[in-house]
């Protein structure tokens, strides 16, 4: 390796993407090629970040196995970054491999984060959790270091941990700042902020106030009874009750837990539940069926009794029933909370994460857009979409994965 490309390498381990390519830039070998693909992904540019990239490791030779790895994880990288969540996840695998068997542990250890991150974008906490279990953790450079608290952090967050997500957290700023990525500083500042933003509203007896993600791992922790509107769940004493297919059962157990310890007439439920203005006898047999129904799905948890007026709730595991709902509330919100991290996405990439088809989801991004929520840029397969930070609104409690007491 010439001093041209170790000095290059060396910028772009800095965080020097200029530096690098003021290096590199007229050369067409293949080392500098796959240089020269890292600086235009640093830059933003990653289309032709991929190309330089292929490029370059069609022309490392066969006996050049570690150099088409690295160019491997490199695309994985730029394809998570810009949320093209179905790359194939083998390659990156059989190139994290490779680096491996030839002792190249910083790399190695790099392409075990971007399998982890992609883990935790499409919710499956659990392999997550043991591809970071079992990495090896002997000495990185602080780099490295960073990326792999960031990988522990993201985890615990989502599974409200927050003691834990707090001091991995803390460990990634220390080793940021021991590598003097600014980059890289930024990315853990901005991965802190969701621990002191409002995750989610609490609302019981007839009042609202915000709760910080701790707040809400407290709430969940306490044995209350709790309506979950960002998971579409009820929870009480270590059982979860899930409703998320049932969404008529879930607006009336809502309502109801809303009105604790009073009751809701049966006007009032037509109207929440089926949207009934003017209910009449069918409406009425309706009502009493779905809470029919709804006893017999919580009958571990509550009575749904009657009163004179309508019904009301009667936990039979807890002192009281709340209600835990998003900040921000409306038709989309799930689409809206990836969207809120301010990536760019795919409409194929969000299918993917929300477990959800590829209509449905086009379908939500059409309304956002028509509200001027979201906007879009480029063309064909190409299109991404994306929306600046929405204040205020949460990201961990609406996206897929489940949580402790799940």
């Known amino acids: 390796?010439?001093?041209?490309?170790?000095?290059?390498?060396?910028?772009?381990?800095?965080?020097?993407?200029?530096?690098?390519?003021?290096?590199?830039?007229?050369?067409?070998?293949?080392?500098?090629?796959?240089?020269?693909?890292?600086?235009?992904?640093?830059?933003?540019?990653?289309?032709?970040?991929?190309?330089?990239?292929?490029?370059?490791?069609?022309?490392?030779?066969?006996?050049?196995?570690?150099?088409?790895?690295?160019?491997?994880?490199?695309?994985?990288?730029?394809?998570?970054?810009?949320?093209d969540l179905g790359w194939p996840v083998k390659a990156l695998d059989a190139a994290r491999a490779t680096l491996e068997a030839h002792g190249d542990r910083v790399n190695a250890a790099h392409a075990r984060n971007l399998e982890i991150r992609r883990l935790l974008l499409i919710g499956r906490l659990d392999e997550a959790e043991r591809l970071l279990t079992e990495a090896d953790v002997g000495p990185l450079p602080p780099a490295a270091r960073a990326s792999r608290e960031l990988a522990a952090a993201g985890i615990a967050i989502r599974r409200l941990q927050t003691r834990a997500a707090r001091a991995a957290l803390a460990r990634a700023g220390e080793a940021a700042r021991q590598s003097g990525i600014g980059a890289l500083i930024a990315e853990v500042e901005s991965a802190a902020v969701v621990l002191e933003?409002?995750?989610?509203?609490?609302?019981?007896?007839?009042?609202?106030?915000?709760?910080?993600?701790?707040?809400?791992?407290?709430?969940?922790?306490?044995?209350?009874?709790?309506?979950?509107?960002?998971?579409?769940?009820?929870?009480?004493?270590?059982?979860?009750?899930?409703?998320?297919?049932?969404?008529?059962?879930?607006?009336?157990?809502?309502?109801?837990?809303?009105?604790?310890?009073?009751?809701?007439?049966?006007?009032?439920?037509l109207l929440r539940a089926f949207g009934a203005k003017y209910a009449d006898e069918s409406h009425r047999a309706r009502l009493r069926v779905e809470i029919g129904r709804l006893r017999a799905e919580l009958r571990m948890l509550v009575e749904v009794n009657a009163t004179s007026e309508g019904f009301a709730l009667a936990p039979r595991r807890s002192a009281d029933a709340v209600v835990l709902a998003p900040p921000v509330e409306e038709e989309n919100a799930a689409v809206l909370a990836f969207l809120a991290d301010g990536e760019a996405w795919s409409s194929s990439a969000?299918?993917?994460?929300?477990?959800?088809?590829?209509?449905?989801?086009?379908?939500?991004?059409?309304?956002?857009?028509?509200?001027?929520?979201?906007?879009?840029?480029?063309?064909?397969?190409?299109?991404?979409?994306?929306?600046?930070?929405?204040?205020?609104?949460?990201?961990?409690?609406?996206?897929?994965?489940?949580?402790?007491?799940?």
């Open 350 to 406: 969000l299918a993917l994460a929300l477990g959800a088809s590829p209509r449905t989801v086009q379908r939500a991004l059409e309304q956002l857009a028509a509200a001027g929520k979201v906007h879009s840029f480029g063309r064909g397969r190409a299109v991404r979409w994306m929306t600046p930070p929405v204040p205020g609104f949460p990201t961990a409690l609406l996206l897929p994965g489940p949580l402790p007491s799940d």
């Open 197 to 269: 933003a409002p995750a989610a509203r609490l609302i019981a007896h007839g009042q609202a106030r915000p709760l910080l993600l701790d707040e809400v791992e407290t709430l969940l922790a306490s044995g209350s009874l709790v309506v979950d509107a960002c998971r579409n769940v009820v929870r009480g004493g270590g059982i979860v009750v899930p409703l998320a297919t049932r969404p008529v059962l879930f607006a009336l157990v809502r309502e109801l837990a809303e009105a604790w310890p009073g009751d809701v007439s049966r006007s009032t439920l």
């Open 1 to 83: 390796m010439d001093s041209l490309i170790t000095a290059a390498a060396r910028a772009l381990a800095a965080g020097d993407p200029l530096g690098a390519l003021k290096r590199v830039g007229l050369r067409d070998d293949a080392p500098a090629l796959a240089l020269r693909g890292i600086t235009m992904a640093q830059l933003g540019d990653f289309a032709r970040a991929k190309m330089l990239l292929k490029n370059a490791a069609r022309a490392f030779g066969p006996k050049e196995a570690v150099a088409r790895a690295r160019c491997v994880v490199a695309e994985a990288e730029i394809a998570l970054v810009s949320r």
